[in-house]
């Protein structure tokens, strides 16, 4: 088998793999259909550190323009943050 060959072969596990690698990822959800903003992205705005839609808005555009998807949101931030362990306090470590 040439190096041609290896790296054709080589190139196509690659690629199934990251494949089969996104098709295990459940598809992303649109929260705000105006701005495009995703579940996923939700998600990571809850990560770091956003705890109101307010601040949702302004970090993603999530809910500043028909305000149709502010419910859903707030939603999803209260369960996000529901999942968050509990901070440690500075004087308890
Ligand atoms: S759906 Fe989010 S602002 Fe309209």
Not at 25 to 46: I, S
């Amino acid at each position: 088998m040439g190096w041609d060959a290896i790296t054709s072969q080589l190139t196509a596990i690659l690629i199934l793999d990251g494949m089969a690698a996104l098709l295990q990822q459940d598809p992303p959800v649109y929260v705000c259909l105006c701005n495009g903003v995703t579940d996923r992205q939700v998600r990571e705005a809850v990560d770091n550190g956003c705890g109101s839609v307010g601040e949702l808005t302004m970090r993603t555009g999530c809910g500043a323009n028909c305000g149709s998807c502010l419910e859903m949101a707030a939603s999803m931030i209260a369960e996000m943050q529901a999942e968050l362990p509990l901070p440690i306090l500075a004087c308890a470590a």
